[in-house]
């Protein structure tokens, strides 16, 4: 499995991104796709997943009700649309497939990693 990620980028507080995370190389729908996210200085943290079937979507509590992960079968990609953000989302940010599980969180629960995309909110 290959992950490409992208869509990061600076954007003042209150603005919103898309993150996007194209998968190749074996069944996108069969694995858990996850973003995860470290910050200068700070562990790597998740972010929000999303099941395999794309029915059970769950999030860290510090983005709830701001991010909304999805995906699409047909253009074997994973998304993160990110709204009111805030300097403290500044970090790199990286999408992860899981192979099994039913909401994993944990990024030793994760097999494939994309190369993470840079987000940075200004104040």
């Known amino acids: 499995v290959q992950l490409q990620a992208s869509g990061g980028g600076l954007v003042q507080a209150g603005g919103s991104l898309r993150l996007s995370c194209v998968a190749s190389?074996?069944?996108?729908?069969?694995?858990?796709m996850g973003w995860f996210r470290q910050a200068p200085g700070k562990e790597r943290e998740f972010v929000a997943g999303?099941?395999?079937?794309?029915?059970?979507?769950y999030y860290a509590d510090s983005v709830k009700d701001r991010f909304t992960i999805s995906r699409e079968k047909t253009k074997n990609t994973a998304y993160l649309q990110m709204n009111n953000l805030q300097p403290e989302d500044t970090a790199v940010y990286y999408c992860a497939a899981a192979l099994w599980g039913r909401t994993p969180r944990g990024h030793d629960e994760y097999h494939y990693w994309g190369q993470g995309t840079q987000v940075t909110v200004s104040s």
């Open positions: 190389g074996r069944t996108f729908s069969t694995y858990v």
């Open positions: 999303i099941s395999a079937g794309g029915d059970t979507t």
